[in-house]
């Protein structure tokens, strides 16, 4: 048997089977569309090494990786601003007549810089002072069931829907006596907190995302500013967590109660992982009241935090 060693690219197409029952790459485009799902990504680039025309289609189809644009990020936070800002900056990428003929794909360049952004874990300044966020206290009221104190999860209701972290770039660097300066990088208010009938929250954050804020001098404990797996941002230190609220939420979102649970109208998607982890765990500090064990209901995820001891 004689090996065969294409010289050309007309010889690899000429021994390529799919090239030779789907002519064009718009024909394979057409065949392949239902089955465009970012979830396969893998396996769709695989398809480039067996077919040339399926290898023009990932270099250079701006169809294809719209489509798995809109795929990856419907179910993600953010979508539709994500989405609006794509499609405006795609009609201002092809206005630079210079970019025409590039061989560069904007919607395939967006697609990869979308997924790196989602794995930065510091948040800017004034994308910090753009957001709104859901606040909720990880524990919530006791109550007795089977002869047990069982400390209800805080998660399933919403203590404030308007919490907001304003900063100004002309903020007054004037701290007050008995407040580490050295921690911190940033400042400013907090309203929508909860305890809104006060006025002076203050909050402090330095460039790592670790904030800190409360009524000076005495601050409630410090706590972080993480990304959550939909690529939405999340506040948490021991005592609450806060979520940014999309703004305008993927039709998607499931806004149905869960379980009976009053969730306040809020996007049951926004708080989902957490509510579906609770577990009931005994509580460290307080292990039996008047003779009751106690118990509390606490996801995964903050039991496994570092700053529970």
Same mark, same amino acid.
């Given at each position: !048997? ?27 485009? /057409? ?26 289609? !990932? ?177 948490? /230190?021991?005592?609450?967590? !806060? ?39 005994? !509580?460290? /500090? ?24």
């Amino acid at each position: !048997m004689t090996d065969i060693n294409p010289t050309s690219q007309q010889e690899v197409a000429a021994c390529d089977p799919i090239n030779v029952t789907f002519t064009t790459p718009d024909l394979v485009l /057409n065949i392949i569309r239902p089955l465009i799902d970012a979830r396969f990504l893998p396996a769709l680039i695989s398809l480039s090494t067996v077919s040339t025309n399926f290898l023009q289609i !990932m270099r250079t189809s701006e169809t294809f990786w719209q489509e798995l644009c809109r795929q990856r990020w419907k179910d993600k936070w953010g979508f539709h601003r994500r989405w609006e800002e794509a499609v405006k900056h795609h009609d201002m990428f092809y206005e630079c007549k210079e970019r025409i003929g590039s061989g560069v794909t904007f919607w395939r360049e967006r697609y990869f810089e979308e997924e790196q952004d989602a794995t930065r874990r510091s948040i800017g300044l004034r994308e910090l002072n753009s957001l709104t966020f859901d606040f909720r206290f990880w524990i919530g009221q006791p109550t007795v069931v089977d002869e047990r104190i069982v400390v209800k999860s805080g998660l399933l209701q919403s203590a404030s829907r308007d919490v907001r972290f304003h900063w100004k770039e002309e903020e007054d660097r004037q701290v007050e006596e008995g407040i580490d300066e050295e921690w911190f990088s940033y400042r400013g208010e907090v309203t929508g907190h909860p305890c809104r009938e006060e006025t002076g929250i203050v909050w402090f954050m330095n460039q790592s995302s670790v904030i800190q804020w409360g009524f000076l001098p005495n601050l409630w404990p410090k706590g972080e500013i993480r990304r959550t797996e939909n690529w939405g941002w999340e506040i948490r /230190n021991p005592n609450v967590v !806060m979520r940014a609220i999309d703004p305008l939420p993927s039709a998607d979102y499931d806004h149905a109660t869960e379980d009976g649970n009053d969730l306040n109208n809020v996007d049951y998607g926004l708080w989902k992982d957490l509510i579906d982890s609770l577990e009931n765990v005994p !509580m460290r /500090n307080a292990p039996e009241v008047n003779g009751y064990p106690v118990t509390a209901e606490l996801p995964r995820s903050f039991l496994d935090h570092p700053f529970v001891e």
